[in-house]
Each structure stands twice: as structure tokens, then as C-alpha cells.
């Protein structure tokens, strides 16, 4: 079992910039891989970010590419999402998640373990 606690959400002025957490407990943290993914009401949960075991690879989605970055530390469990340059549209709730396969995914099924989420909000 891996234990997932997100936190560093809030309210934000467009242009501005945000630096999520994701303290992890329980197993081996750098065993899995880990991803970020937003949901915003009414709408299904979709990926923004993801990062390798070692932090030596990262993916994006493309709505966020050159915005966003994912970072990890393994020695404090805890892995990282910047946010610059914050939209209206990025508003929605940012959860993280852990993969044991090693393999980057897009795809919420596919992650074993979900923390309980963050809430960004993105005033115009």
C-alpha cells in the first residue's frame, strides 16, 4: 500500500504560479512511477503529468507543456508539480497517483494508488 497526501492548492490570478506536493508513505516511494491528473466538475479525470522511478523522464500533456513540471525527491517522498503561468482552464482538483508497472501512462485505470486530491482555482 503506498498513502498519498496532496496539498499546496489554492486561489491564483491568471499569469500566476502554484507549487503542488505529493507526500507519499508506505512502500518504497521510489519504486513507483507517478503522475498528476485534474478533474474539474462535470468533466472526467484527465492526465496532466507524469515522471519515471529515477525523475529522468517526464511527460506532459499538451495543454500543459512548457507550463507545468513535474519534479521528484525520492530521499523526502514527495513529488512535485510547478505551475506557471496559470489559466482560467487549469481550475479543477490535482491528484496524484502512483504506477508500480514502469511504464509512463496517461490513463487514470491504470495507477494503482490515488491521493484525495487539491483544489486550484484560477481567477481571470
Known amino acids: 500500500q503506498v498513502q498519498l497526501v496532496e496539498s499546496g492548492g489554492g486561489l491564483v490570478q491568471a499569469g500566476g504560479s502554484l507549487r503542488l506536493s505529493c507526500a507519499a508513505s508506505g512502500r518504497t516511494f521510489s519504486n513507483y512511477y507517478m503522475g498528476w491528473f485534474r478533474q474539474a466538475p462535470g468533466k472526467e479525470r484527465e492526465f496532466v503529468a507524469a515522471?519515471?522511478?529515477?525523475?529522468?523522464?517526464?511527460y506532459y500533456a499538451d495543454s500543459v507543456k512548457g507550463r507545468f513540471t513535474i519534479s521528484r525527491d525520492n530521499a523526502k517522498n514527495t513529488v512535485y508539480l510547478q505551475m506557471n503561468n496559470l489559466k482560467p482552464e487549469d481550475t479543477a482538483g490535482y491528484y496524484c497517483a502512483a504506477r508500480r508497472i514502469s511504464s509512463i501512462s496517461t490513463v487514470p485505470s491504470l495507477y494503482d494508488y490515488w491521493g484525495q486530491g487539491t483544489q486550484v482555482t484560477v481567477s481571470s
Open positions: 515522471i519515471t522511478w529515477s525523475g529522468g523522464r517526464t
